[in-house]
């Protein structure tokens, strides 16, 4: 019997929500409608999601908590997956974010940042040596291919990410210095929500 807890008050079956990628992980992003850190996932999948190592659950699991496994996933180790969401939910019981990561960058070149008003934080990926003046509002700001895209050693708006994933978010500025949130996971830079046209050309 699959049992689970949201807030204390909403129970996943009574819903008639599946646990799946879309359902119950942090990493699905609802503006793509995909995961966040791997490619070519179906997201309405309950058999990828109980195989996926890197599944961080939305969902509070209560202590009867019994995780369904299906045949073809009969090797799996549910008790260490269940453990490593405990793992996780404790983390963030305990956060300080935005003013300090509940999580490592494992990258050298990665700085904690919180903006001034103190509402969000993000790591600082740069890999632009130019030297240019920070710019108080995104409004005033040199804008590349996207609106989100722009010319700033920092971010001037929040990524309004849930606290699962704001400490794992980063603000990687390219060479040329356009700055955008991007997800790292394990040190790596996994996805940057817009990718660079190929046609694209900065204009003077």
């Known amino acids: 019997m699959l049992k689970l807890v949201v807030n204390n008050t909403t129970n996943q079956e009574n819903t008639g929500?599946?646990?799946?990628?879309?359902?119950?992980?942090?990493?699905?992003?609802?503006?793509?409608?995909?995961?966040?850190?791997?490619?070519?996932?179906?997201?309405?999948?309950?058999?990828?999601v109980l195989g996926c190592t890197h599944f961080l659950s939305k969902i509070v699991p209560d202590e009867n908590y019994e995780r369904p496994k299906p045949k073809a996933l009969n090797n799996m180790d549910d008790d260490s997956m269940l453990k490593e969401v405990l793992e996780q939910k404790?983390?963030?019981?305990?956060?300080?974010?935005?003013m300090k990561p509940?999580?490592?960058?494992?990258?050298?070149?990665?700085?904690?940042?919180?903006?001034?008003?103190?509402?969000y934080g993000c790591w600082i990926i740069s890999g632009s040596a130019n030297k240019f003046s920070i710019v108080k509002d995104v409004?005033?700001?040199?804008?590349?291919?996207?609106?989100?895209?722009y010319r700033s050693p920092i971010p001037l708006h929040d990524h309004k990410s849930s606290l699962g994933l704001a400490s794992r978010i980063a603000w990687v500025v390219d060479e040329e210095g356009y700055g955008q949130y991007a997800l790292i996971f394990n040190g790596d830079i996994t996805k940057t929500r817009y990718p660079r046209p190929r046609n694209w050309k900065r204009s003077y």
């Open 17 to 48: 929500e599946k646990l799946t990628c879309r359902n119950s992980c942090e990493y699905y992003d609802e503006i793509t409608e995909s995961c966040s850190i791997k490619s070519n996932v179906n997201v309405d999948s309950t058999y990828e």
């Open 102 to 119: 509940d999580f490592p960058s494992r990258r050298s070149d990665a700085t904690w940042f919180v903006a001034p008003c103190g509402t």
């Open 139 to 149: 409004d005033e700001v040199e804008k590349g291919w996207h609106a989100n895209v």
């Open 90 to 98: 404790a983390i963030l019981d305990a956060s300080k974010y935005p």
